[in-house]
């Protein structure tokens, strides 16, 4: 008997792991914000003239200009501090700290309310940075950058060898450039090593070693893997963590930081269809929406003819949609049901096909498109407002 | 017939049928349970990404879930996933440990799917029986989809309570520990709902020209 049970199972997986049902669950969840949320929002807007209020006093009164102390003396952007003696502490108003060991040479290059920006020349530092919603502390060694958000680490940078090591104590950094392809991560007990031909990771008082993998592995859906760029083979690279890589790990906001940082921004035109839809989507869920529109637009005309495509031609019809642009949301959903009938978006097309014509009261049209939406889908989720729009509603209840 | 009931009793609340899949987690999967807190973290947080992963990670255990008990031509499948996933979200911040995070979807699952299964019951008189909605999967074979439909036309006269624990043991293999948690039911009551479950079903397979023989074990060819 339980092979009957087994049995039918087995032919319910299809429907279970129904890729457009899945798509349209996402999506739903995605963009609808909980009551609470709600709940929270209108609380936001109602109390925003007051909270705008108590804000302008609060900033009013404590405006914090950055400074920062080198020993015992005011520290000035841009000069350069040579270490003859003993270690040199830099001290920031944000309780951050520098220390500068002997022999060493550094500026302090920037310095903003958000953190500042650190040339190491030569030698090295012991860093301990302060973590705030707002930090933004960048470390430079020659041709590296050390990019900080807050942790403690040493880094050293050799400048005749060309080589730089960073010691990480706690939290993360993401070290870009160099000899490095991608940006790496380099995680607390651990050490990087670049130098101007290769460069490893290996736990602090371990031995060196080129992980075949990550240190730790992206979990990543089998849908996500296939919007990678081809796998790069080599050691060096494979353990290196992309803007992709933070993308489909789920840290959208850092993803897209990276992204911003490395220029992807100014060099869509240059980006293949698998990373512009990637973007695209990493920038929606990093609720940087101005960034959204423009890699779509870019997929849908340089890659007309891309499966991603439909999902950029889908995304542009949600944006116009959102924009209450009835019109324009339907031109975009109608090439998707155009050039992908029996795509995994089609019904959510055709859904939100007929709401786009229904809500621009076109309704010939929200007719028709509701009366093919039914053919097409007779038992779909948006039957009962495909029923109501042909004038069914009433016999079906 | 007692000693019928009895033997098939004992298989329900003994057997793990079938599970179609390995436990998601081993015991001191790190990876795992850092992935569990991050989504529980982004989840009270409020995080946009954290609820694509949800759905990336448990939207199919959640529609599963609502399949296993409900069939796969259900109409409400769809809305009732979104229904467990937007209550997983306003209720996450009582979620204590991320551990619990399958258990408690599943649990959530379950509610949605005997709300339904109660709500289309009160409801039934009014409809004939050819309006039943019974559940075949459009990728089955004509056998399984025939038998598929006497199942779920056998389960569609069970009580909410025992149809639940009884689809999740009987197609998922779910322990009776999951079952308590998911059904939320004491393990004496569990026991109980699960063999009047049993003892209804074999009594209505029994009856079935398409059950009966694999009732009596005589199928063979799948």
Known sequence: MSELWSSIARSQEPVVTDAASLESLRSSLVEAAPKNERSRLWWTFALAPVAGLFLWFAVSRQVVTPTFHVGAESGVVGNMLAVDGQVLPINFADGSTVLLSKGSHAQVAELSPSGANIVLSNGSLEAHVVHTSQTRWTFNAGAYEILVTGTKFRASWDSDHQSLEVVMHEGSVLVVGGTLHEALQVRAGETLLATSTEHTIRQNGGPPQKPAVPAEVPEVSPNAVAELPAADTSATRSFGVTWQLLSIKGAHRESFALARKLGVVRRLRTL?????????????????????????????????????????????????????????????????????????????????????????????????????????????????????????????? | MPGHSTHTVTSVLQVRPWAHEPPSKEPGDAAHDAREARLVAGLKEGQPWARAALVDLYGVHVRRVLIRVLGTSDPDIDDLAQETLMSALQGVKKLQSADALKAWLTSIAVFSARGTIRRRQRWRWMRSSSEVDLASSPTASPDIADAAHCVYKILDQMPADERIPFSLRMFEGLELSELVDACQMSMATLRRRLASAQARFDKAAAQSEVLAPWLQGKRSDT
Not at chain 1, 335 to 357: C, F, Q
Not at chain 1, 381 to 393: H, I, K, M, P, T
Request: charged share 20%; hydrophobic share 45%.
């Open chain 1, 272 to 397: 293949p269809a698998t990373d512009l839809l990637l973007f695209a989507d990493t920038a929606r869920y990093a609720q940087e929406a101005g960034a959204v529109e423009p890699a779509f637009k870019e997929l849908v005309q340089r890659f007309p003819n891309a499966p991603e495509s439909i999902d950029a031609a889908f995304g542009l019809g949600r944006i116009a949609f959102g924009q209450e642009d009835w019109a324009q949301s339907a031109r975009w959903f109608e090439s998707v049901v155009a050039k992908s009938p029996a795509g995994t978006l089609a019904p959510a097309a055709w859904g939100r096909l007929m709401e786009s014509h229904e809500r621009a009261a076109n309704l010939p049209a929200a007719r028709e498109s509701a009366q093919r939406y039914l053919q097409l889908y007779p038992t779909g989720s948006q039957r009962s407002l495909a029923e109501r729009l042909v004038g069914g509603a009433a016999s079906k209840l």
